[in-house]
């Protein structure tokens, strides 16, 4: 198991402004100075049902998305049923409300979020449009996450986490095996969050393109090699653990089948002596063209041990099974 998974990352609306604002091209128009309120929840919530009375449904700790329906629905009542269904909307941790379809928020709606300090946000987009943004973002920022010390690099298509000590040649690895046209993800340290029901790895933003190679220094992938040569993020479909050869060490040479964890998944797990005269890049590549050949139900480990089983079967006179 690679390690557990951290606790839940602290997110406000100012951040969740500065990560999607651009997209959704979001104004603020009230609440200014409470943008810090905290966003603990990747749900978010349409209450147009809620306010019409299902009360129970209610979660005030996702974010608020108003569109035509509520609006309208908020505008046909009197100002005594408004101002109560705006109280009992309002009264909880509701980290911000956005308006959809550019929509003016109605006064008691923005004299009561005023009054208790919850950011309102106004977007000309359209309301599944905010909903998909805000959907993808919290998603992945709000996801269980785990940071490893690795390098993570598409190979073939194939996201295959590198593990090992420090110093046994991770990094002059993956390098050469972006000059071989593979692409790097992240180096030295890897991000890696649950996105759509499987782990996903990026590098945190400070290193994003950047290699360490000792006696190089820091050298920027993307300068070096063009855009191509990276990725943003992509999911860990394998992981090889590199370990330090050393005589008389008992090393599996039949390729069994083994596993790790990563967020509660299980990833298949090859482990690689590293010694002299062995080219790493060449079996790294190697590595990933058998696990591609067993997504398609061929293995070869498999196949010999099945033929071994069949050899002895016949010499005892036995059907195999």
Known sequence: MIGPPRSAPELNVGELLLAVGERLKAAVRGGHEHLQRPIASQAIQKPGLVMAGLWEYYHPERLQVFGKSEDQYLRQLAPGPAAEVVGRLCDGPVPALLMAFGL???????????????????????????????????AMR?????????VLIDIYGLG???????????????????????RLVADDSVEI??????????????????????????????????????????????????????PGMSVDRLGGRHETEILGHRLPLIEIPVAPGRNLAVLLEMSARLQLLKGHGRDASRDLQAEINRMIGAQAGETPP
């Open 104 to 138: 003016e928020p109605h006064p008691v709606l923005q004299v009561e979020c005023d009054r208790r300090g919850i950011p309102i946000l106004v977007t000309p987009q359209p309301t599944d449009r905010v909903v998909e943004i805000l959907v993808r973002y919290l």
């Open 142 to 150: 709000l996801a269980p996450s785990v940071r490893v010390h690795g």
């Open 160 to 182: 295959v986490l590198i593990l090992g000590e420090s110093g046994i040649g991770k990094s002059e690895s993956a390098l050469e095996l972006v000059t071989r046209g593979h």
């Open 193 to 246: 969050r649950e996105v759509d029901d499987q782990p996903v790895g990026n590098s945190p933003g400070l290193t994003r393109h950047l290699m360490e190679v000792r006696g190089l220094g820091i050298v920027n992938v993307v300068e070096l090699f063009g855009v191509t040569s990276v990725l943003e993020s992509k999911p860990v479909e394998q992981v090889v653990r590199l370990f330090r050869y050393e």
